[in-house]
Nanobody, 123 residues
Framework: QVQITESGGGLVRPGGSLRLSCVAS????????MRWYRQRPGREREWVAT?????????MYHDSVKSRFTISRPSAAPAVDLQMNSLKPEDTAVYYC???????????????WGQGIQVTVSP
């Protein structure tokens, strides 16, 4: 069974940087799309960034993080990172990694999500 695990969260001061990592484990045939979402206090979960497994497709970002956050694949492994720079207090949230992938012997793609990881931006 596929599991998604995030790491790298924590407390950082405004203007600082953090790098979130996400790894999928299990029997994975192929990954279609990798995403980061976040849920800020008192708000619904919102989309942050998407990266397709097709290299020529450019990554996409929510306007609020564009030019500050970078989504990338660190290797051919089923993993995706989110480099967050110039962090602001309003970036405080639980960040979730999601992947659309083809598991094991299945013939249909499914979405898998991690448990989420806390990022707190505070003086």
């Amino acid at each position: 069974q596929v599991q998604i695990t995030e790491s790298g969260g924590g407390l950082v001061r405004p203007g600082g940087s953090l790098r979130l990592s996400c790894v999928a484990s299990g029997v994975i045939q192929r990954i279609s799309t990798m995403r980061w979402y976040r849920q800020r206090p008192g708000r619904e979960r919102e989309w942050v960034a998407t990266r397709s497994s097709i290299a020529k497709n450019p990554p996409m970002y929510h306007d609020s993080v564009k030019s500050r956050f970078t989504i990338s694949r660190p290797s051919a492994a089923p993993a995706v990172d989110l480099q967050m720079n110039s962090l602001k207090p309003e970036d405080t949230a639980v960040y979730y990694c999601g992947m659309t992938l083809l598991e094991g012997q299945k013939s249909d793609y499914s979405d898998y999500w991690g448990q989420g990881i806390q990022v707190t931006v505070s003086p």
